[in-house]
């Protein structure tokens, strides 16, 4: 079975950093794509940023460009997304998602096939 769990997430001030991680167990492909979404309540949940199995391709909301970043260690198969200059609007909960399937949009949250269960970002101005 395979699991997905979220860290990092917590309160920040607005221009303050946070750095999430994902951490991948159970029967996954270590070069697996990978993505992170967020999700505020009454909005349907929005692609933030995707890295390629290889890692060697990138994917970021117009709205996180030049703030975010995304990696991904393959051997210990761990997402991270460096988040820095954090606004208010970044307030959600975030979510890790695996497995993006052939075809599928980096940013469709129904286009992976694993997801995890959120961590809270909460950012105050």
């Given at each position: 079975?395979?699991?997905?769990?979220?860290?990092?997430?917590?309160?920040?001030?607005?221009?303050?950093?946070?750095?999430?991680?994902?951490?991948?167990?159970?029967?996954?492909?270590?070069?697996?794509?990978?993505?992170?979404?967020?999700?505020?309540?009454?909005?349907?949940?929005?692609?933030?940023?995707?890295?390629?199995?290889?890692?060697?391709?990138?994917?970021?909301?117009?709205?996180?460009?030049?703030?975010?970043?995304?990696?991904?260690?393959?051997?210990?198969?761990?997402?991270?997304?460096?988040?820095?200059?954090?606004?208010?609007?970044?307030?959600?909960v975030y979510y890790?998602?695996?497995?993006?399937?052939?075809?599928?949009?980096?940013?469709?949250?129904?286009?992976?096939?694993?997801?995890?269960?959120?961590?809270q970002v909460t950012?105050?101005?």
């Amino acid at each position: 079975q395979v699991k997905l769990r979220e860290s990092g997430g917590g309160s920040v001030q607005a221009g303050g950093s946070l750095r999430l991680s994902c951490a991948a167990s159970g029967y996954i492909d270590n070069a697996a794509s990978m993505g992170w979404f967020r999700q505020v309540p009454g909005k349907e949940r929005e692609g933030v940023s995707a890295i390629s199995s290889d890692g060697s391709t990138t994917y970021y909301a117009d709205s996180v460009k030049g703030r975010f970043t995304i990696s991904k260690d393959n051997a210990e198969n761990i997402l991270y997304l460096q988040m820095n200059s954090l606004k208010p609007e970044d307030t959600a909960v975030y979510y890790c998602a695996a497995v993006r399937t052939i075809g599928g949009a980096w940013d469709q949250w129904g286009d992976y096939i694993y997801g995890g269960q959120g961590t809270q970002v909460t950012v105050s101005s």
